[in-house]
């Protein structure tokens, strides 16, 4: 982990800087605090996915603009080179397989999730859409009241700007792509 948060270090100061916002106007527009996000630029912290939605959110930019390296053009991505993040204590894991950079909309990831696994989600900013399409297992997710159960082959479309969540109630390993539009 300490090259990925290097990696969210040095994009957050950067983007910061490019915005030409001070720590306390970041931390008023992302709700986290002054002293976290100085830890994060400093590489001290190592922030969990949602204190990365809260900030990108926040800064109404793509999630991947803080924590991905900007690639060439044409390039292979191999997941066993792909550091994932990781919440639920290993069993949600998420590799950011095409991340939005140079004003492209949109981000692809694939997730997995163990036996028993899931995350809530907060609201990825206004009229965000996720197109998730399920490869092996079954995943359940949440948007509003509604629940979705997503088996092997079936995809499903929603509004990511709300609350939403995902989870593996299955006695076997799902796997899914997600990618996230932002039409910013």
Same mark, same amino acid.
């Given at each position: 982990m300490k090259d990925l948060n290097q990696i969210v270090a040095n994009n957050l100061k950067r983007i910061r800087e490019e915005m030409k916002l001070s720590l306390d106007k970041v931390a008023d527009l992302t709700d986290v605090s002054k002293g976290m996000l100085r830890q994060i630029e400093a590489g001290e912290s190592s922030p969990t996915i949602k204190t990365i939605w809260k900030i990108a959110s926040g800064l109404k930019i793509p999630y991947t !603009?803080? =924590?991905?390296? @900007?690639?060439?053009?044409?390039? *292979?991505? *191999? +997941?066993?080179?792909? &550091?994932?993040?990781?919440? /639920? /204590?290993?069993? $949600? +894991?998420? $590799? !950011? =397989?095409? @991340? !939005?950079? /140079? %004003?492209? +909309?949109? #981000?692809? $990831?694939?997730? #997995?999730?163990? +036996? %028993?696994?899931?995350?809530?989600?907060?609201?990825? %900013? &206004?009229?965000?859409?996720?197109? =998730?399409?399920? $490869?092996?297992g079954v995943l359940t997710i949440q948007v509003d009241d509604e629940e979705y159960s997503v088996k092997a082959g079936d995809s499903i479309k929603f509004m990511a700007d709300r609350a939403h969540a995902y989870s593996n109630r299955t006695e076997h390993l799902t796997r899914a792509s997600m990618v996230i539009y932002y039409p910013m």
């Open positions: !603009s803080i =924590i991905n390296i @900007p690639q060439p053009e044409t390039f *292979l991505v *191999l +997941k066993e080179e792909i &550091e994932p993040q990781v919440e /639920d /204590d290993g069993r $949600y +894991k998420v $590799y !950011s =397989i095409f @991340p !939005s950079e /140079d %004003g492209r +909309k949109v #981000e692809v $990831y694939t997730i #997995e999730l163990e +036996k %028993g696994g899931s995350f809530a989600s907060n609201s990825h %900013g &206004e009229r965000t859409q996720e197109f =998730i399409t399920v $490869y092996e």
